[in-house]
């Protein structure tokens, strides 16, 4: 990757960070619109019930009042779509029922919105809230996805038999991979939970819709991670409302991690009240709100047996899923499950038969949705969980049994990319590498050493391998587009030099923590040859960015940033003419570097500043050329990227109490090209404690009659400073072959990694004291752990 | 009810519902929105402030409890134009990402420092157990504090043995 002045590969300090540190930031909740009103929702205490009468009277008497609106005024509306059509197996289309702005006859999750109270303040809203009464009668409900899909089970939605959304397969036909599971000499099954995890962005969800009735317009302020969506999927499909009147702006977010790219009845339903009662309307969750209705990740029960050949080679996977997806479709569910699961499920390993069975369903639970690394969290749990436990069980070290397995290294230039047995083509990658690294890191041969002395100490220690894959860069249209995608995964990027040669950037990712305020700076000052102060970086407003699919899968430099280096070529080229038409030169014997136009071989230069001011101060200019040097480009990538990587967990466990602690976490991260290192180490280490949040701390718990029994933050631990050791990183660099930047992405890594190397090192740690435990339910705390040291 | 406070050095005057909370006093009456709303339970600490010189959660504090007292949110750290050697050192350590939890880390660190100058890691992490980070996985949040504590122990007057020392 050539770099004309060096920024590209340097951790720059971040920009962005001169508001945030001096308390300057602009969150949506900071903003109050003249004439602003404060909305409160009245939401169901129970999961499943019929509506009956919705005595609204007292409250709309109440002080301060201005509206309150129940679902029969919003039932002519549609409800909120889904992106990503999956089909049954039979190739019927999946079953859709309508998610309403407000429940209407029924509700079928706690939280679900009965109404919304408009009111002059957030206080006068809430009390009016309280105010409406609404009577229930409560039906049984179904909490747990494979109880949902049995006989008598109580029905979400009547037209989804059996609570099935979808059946769906992938990978080699069942009976061939059942062959090839037959002829093995050794085959770990495993059953387990990736339980249900609350995202948690410390921001909670916030909007602020208004409408101007002078010009028609509406303008909506969103905790959105993909403003440009929000508006396409809220005026065209919703609220029928033309999508040139509607502005929607993602300002300052206060992380997403997934659970801010969805479109939520709540963003529609205040633009829609903010039209009626011709005023702004605001509304921000408080965290109850938050855990009960921001859209859950993950939560899979699944079956997997991996097969394996006497010398340890894997001959056949077979897992069988069955993947919770709530009460209602939110906006990318229904992929999450099926194609960012079950694509991933060869992972590092030349498996030649695989074949992936998904059952998704209706529950009476909060929609699950992506959340950070969405899919290849669990597909990486399941497999990287299956070669511990298979090394274990056969008695080969597992790191050796990994070695025994990889893809061999290919650049996807030299060699082709590696393409799986579940449709995907790997771009490149050296597996072999990032874990070789790793075990250098760990000191390896000296840990089994010290795992020996430890239990003559009263300690468990235990080690626990990683090695991951994951499809970022999302998306090629066409590809997701045969998926069943409903929308392109393209990226704009626009490049506009000013006269005087500063530059604005615009892209239609958005920054909610990545920093792309100072990267996409960094790519566009090195491009230039010019300074870094120089470019100034503008998102999430629909009024300014042309068009974009915001930041998710880990796209943002892979795609967006490769939308701003076409625009960059761009304003390249036309500058060469300009320059040429200058120096009396014609343009293909001119050269840039260094923020100069040369004609090659001579001292003949012009600056790039120069050319700037020419275009828009066209007084000595080439007949055939339009004035301005300004472009915008559309990006839609080749295929996805695949960063990858290796993880190591040290666990230290107390023989007699269980007491369990993380001691160590190595993570080796392969994300291609670095443009800064700094932000990358960044993501990594708030990806990795994600992960290991999953595998010790969190966990959403609903009871039996559907109550989320640890929606706060007494109830529900969140990693805090105090339980972390020191993350040890490394990096490997293998550049993506289809991308301009040669970057893969680096925002999902640290999560998808993390989780498994922490659940294998509390394995290996009970397997070394003689406790042959072949699954501990996350999160695994260390009652767990002792209570398995009792029975093991 | 009448309420007398001094916020970032300016005095105000206002009347206020018993119920308001100090945080929304801030944020919608003072429009000082540095101070953020995690979860109201006083748990998360985006809200953190100082209360005369201490750190504390706005969230769980009436306006009406902070009569008569000084109130230091995240716009008034910077002293003279000066940023706190914290919001320098979060810069330089990356110890920050979306910036929401930002300003009440901060906050935190700050009165923290006042009392321990010299935290070990471990201290750091104890003492910010109560401020969530959902970003940055806190490693970067501890290395902002670590370089914070240097700078300021550099820029205390040097002591008699120091000074003697510099001059051998
Ligand atoms: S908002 Fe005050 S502690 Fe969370
Ligand atoms: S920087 Fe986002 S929560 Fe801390």
Redesign the pocket.
Known sequence: MSTTNGLIGKSVKRVEDNRFITGKGNYTDDIILPGQTYAAFVRTPYAHAKIGSIDTAAALAMPGVVAIYTGADVAAINGVPCGWQVNFKNGDTMKEPKHPLLAVGKVRYTGEAVAIVIAGTREQACDAAEAVQVEYEELPVVVNAAEAVKPGAPQVHDEAPNNMCYDWELGNPKAEVDQAMATAAHVTMLEFVNQRMIPNAIEPRSYNASYDAANGRYTLYTSTQNPHLIRLLMSAFVLGIPEHKVRVVGPDVGGGFGSKIFHYTEEALLTWASHKINRPVKWTADRRESFLTDAHGRDHITKAEMGFDKEGKAVALRVKTFANLGAYLSTFSTCVPTYLHGTLLQGLYTTPKINVDVTAVFTNTTPVDAYRGAGRPEATYLLERLMDLAAHEMGIDPAALRFKNFIPPFDGVNQPGYQTQVALQYDSGNYEGVLKKGLEMLGYEDFRKRQKEAAQNGKLLGVGFSTYIEACGIAPSAVVGALGARAGLYEVGQVRVQPTGKVSVFTGTHSHGQGHETTFAQVVADKLGIAFEDVEVIHGDSDSVAFGMGTCGSRSIAVGGSAIMKSVEKIIEKGKKIAAHKLEANAEDLEFAGGRFTVKGTNKSVSFADVALTAYVPHVYPKDLEPGLDFSSFYDPANFTYPFGCHIAVVEVDKETGTLALRRFIAVDDVGNVINPMIVEGQIHGGVVQGVGQALFEGAEYDENGQLTNGTYMDYCMPRADNLPMIETAGQVTPCPHNPLGVKGAGEAGTIGSTPAVVNAVIDALWSGGHIVKDLRMPITSEKVWRAMQTA | MQIHVKVNGVEYKHDVEPRLLLVHYLRDVLRLTGTH???????????TVHVNGKAA?S??LFAVQADNCEITTIEGLAQNGELHPLQTSFKEMHGLQCGFCTPGVIMTAADYLKQNPHPTEEEIRTALEGNFCRCTGYQNIVKSVQLAAEKMSESKPVTKEKKEEVVV
């Open positions: 709303i995690g979860c109201e339970t006083s748990i998360c600490g985006a809200c959660k969230c769980t």
